[in-house]
């Protein structure tokens, strides 16, 4: 009886091992990268194990694993897909070096909050402003960024973010124009003869 239990067991053994490389392999044709691969046929078997009671005695226990490790695949590849780039300090410092730089002599020492878009009549100014109008004058006109990194940024094409930029810096101009007046901008010059 025990030689009988023992080579049900082996025949039992084989079979998983060869289920088991089967499921590898095709991680591996999926991911395409041996550390990837060994992490999706590591969370199938887990996923197969936890869902087991959908499984149906009786039919192909190898196309239905391939169907759980196919599912896994799509859901990391969807997720992954919908997770923003991870980009290193160093390749942000090449790309916005004035980002970076320490402020010089003089200079508001906070880049994120110059001072000269700090008083309350400005910000109240941007807060009345509709959304997509405040966020290309932050990224454009505080952040400084290009309208190219701006278009990037917002998800829209460049000529989308110069006409939000025109119309805003004209809602702007009409609302700040007393408070512009009273800081000596704008006013007309007189030629005194």
């Not at 149906?56 to 239905?64: D, K, L």
């Not at 110059?114 to 959304?131: C, G």
């Not at 124009?177 to 009273?182: F, I």
Request: a positive charge; glycine letters at 4%; charged letters at 35%.
């Amino acid at each position: 009886m025990r030689e009988w239990t023992t080579a049900a067991g082996n025949a039992s053994r084989r079979k998983r091992s060869r289920t088991s490389r089967l499921s590898t392999n095709h991680a591996w044709r999926l991911a395409r990268r041996e550390e990837d691969a060994r992490d999706l046929a590591q969370e199938t078997f887990l996923r197969a194990y936890r869902a087991f009671d959908t499984y149906t005695p009786g039919t192909h226990a190898r196309a239905w694993l391939l169907k759980v490790l196919y599912s896994v695949f799509v859901n990391r590849y969807r997720r992954d897909r919908r997770a923003p780039a991870e980009v290193s300090i160093d390749e942000m410092e090449k790309r916005y070096p004035r980002h970076f730089a320490a402020p010089e002599e003089g200079k508001d020492a906070d880049p994120w909050r110059p001072s000269s878009w700090a008083a309350p009549e400005v910000e109240a100014a941007l807060a009345e402003l509709p959304e997509a109008f405040r966020q290309a004058v932050l990224l454009v006109d505080v952040e400084e960024l290009t309208y190219e990194e701006a278009s990037a940024a917002l998800d829209c094409p460049v000529g989308t973010v110069r006409s939000r930029l025109f119309r805003a810096r004209r809602i702007l101009g009409v609302v700040l124009e007393d408070y512009a007046r009273g800081r000596g901008h704008g006013a007309r010059k007189t030629e005194t003869s």
